[in-house]
């Protein structure tokens, strides 16, 4: 899972337990003039965040979220914010939000929401994914094969869960390193290759007959 995290991050809980709970995410600040660039199809969830509370918050929150949705936001949208009345939250959820989550909170409620939120994607993927003689239970990172199994790191994680939710379909490298490493990194074209023979490795480990194929000029792809 990767989510969109925008606005203000001063509580470092938040980015803390989303890295223990594997769940990969980029932040940006608030949008201003420019239009936010929100990808189709990069990101499960959007929290949006704001430093503000009560009433200023609502007002802020109803401004900004029609906007969002005007820039072609599509996926669910969490708000967090402090001290919203009752009201408060009906005129944010009526802007545009599909969930409210008022301060203060347990951050582990915040990670349920999260969930529930990417159970709303039109295609709801399950736990397990197969392929030919894989196994992988994505929810202890753990890959299987005919001759054991091996943990995944997150990185690790998130290509072959792309790789088996696609099987016999190329992936451009942008994909990848988009889905993976986030649509700001620059440094990530040198990590796939990296990753990719770590993967490598793994699938001969646990003597699997599944191969990642490299097609020239324009990505990857798994045969298993």
């Known amino acids: 899972m ?45 929290v949006l965040l704001t430093d503000r509370a009560g009433k200023a ?33 009906i005129l944010v959820l009526d802007a545009g939000a599909d969930d409210v989550l008022t301060q203060p909170f347990l951050i582990g409620e915040l990670l349920a929401r999260i969930r529930a939120l990417s159970r709303r994607s039109p295609v709801l993927q399950p736990r397990l994914l197969q392929a030919g003689d894989l196994s992988l239970d994505r929810g202890h990172c753990i890959l299987t094969g005919p001759k054991g199994d091996v943990r995944l790191s997150c990185k ?28 700001d990194s620059e440094s990530a074209y040198n990590a796939i290759e990296v990753y990719l023979s770590l ?7 646990i003597g699997s007959d599944a191969q990642i194929h490299a097609e020239r000029g324009v990505g990857y792809y798994i045969e298993a």
Not at 62 to 75: H, K, Q
Not at 199 to 205: D, I, S
């Open 2 to 46: 990767r989510i969109l995290l925008i606005g203000a991050t001063e509580n470092e809980q938040i980015p803390q337990a989303l890295r223990r709970d594997h769940i990969l995410f980029d932040h940006i600040p608030l949008p201003g003039a420019e239009p936010l660039l929100c990808p189709e199809g990069l990101y499960d969830v959007a």
């Open 57 to 89: 918050a609502a007002q802020q929150l109803t401004a900004l979220l029609p906007s969002l949705r005007e820039d072609g936001m599509s996926v669910p949208l969490l708000v967090v914010a402090a001290h919203l009345s009752a009201r408060d939250r």
């Open 156 to 183: 690790e994680l998130q290509l072959v869960e792309l790789f088996l939710l696609h099987t016999g379909q190329v992936l451009p490298r942008e994909t990848l390193r988009q889905k993976v490493w986030g649509i």
């Open 199 to 205: 993967v490598r490795r793994k699938l001969r480990t």
